[in-house]
Nanobody, 124 residues
Framework: EVELAESGGGLVQAGGSLRLSCAAS????????IAWFRQAPGKEHEGISC????????TYADSVKGRFTISSNGAKNIMYLQLNSLKPEDTAVYYC?????????????????WGQGTQVTVSS
């Protein structure tokens, strides 16, 4: 069974950093593309990053490009999302999700499994 669990969220001041973790069980990242989404109150899920299992290439939404970085540990069962230069508009619940590829990395419904989310709050 594919399971994902996010952690690492919290309250941080604008300009600060956080590192989110996505722990996988039942599979490794060799088997699935992993995407990060976020959902702010009253808004739709936003796809912010995706890394392909086939070539390891990561993509980023324009809203986070240059500030966020996706990476994995050596065992390929924990995916990280490093959040730097945080802004109040980054405040959201962040989710990781596993899916077949990154072709539709803006659509969480394409990804069959995702975790419970972790809250990131950025104060101004």
């Amino acid at each position: 069974e594919v399971e994902l669990a996010e952690s690492g969220g919290g309250l941080v001041q604008a300009g600060g950093s956080l590192r989110l973790s996505c722990a996988a069980s039942g599979f490794t990242f060799d088997d699935y593309a992993i995407a990060w989404f976020r959902q702010a109150p009253g808004k739709e899920h936003e796809g912010i990053s995706c890394i392909s299992s086939s070539d390891g290439i990561a993509t980023y939404a324009d809203s986070v490009k240059g500030r966020f970085t996706i990476s994995s540990n050596g065992a390929k069962n924990i995916m990280y999302l490093q959040l730097n230069s945080l802004k109040p508009e980054d405040t959201a619940v962040y989710y990781c999700a596993a899916g077949p590829n990154c072709a539709r990395s803006d659509d969480i419904s394409v990804f069959g499994s995702w975790g419970q989310g972790t809250q990131v709050t950025v104060s101004s």
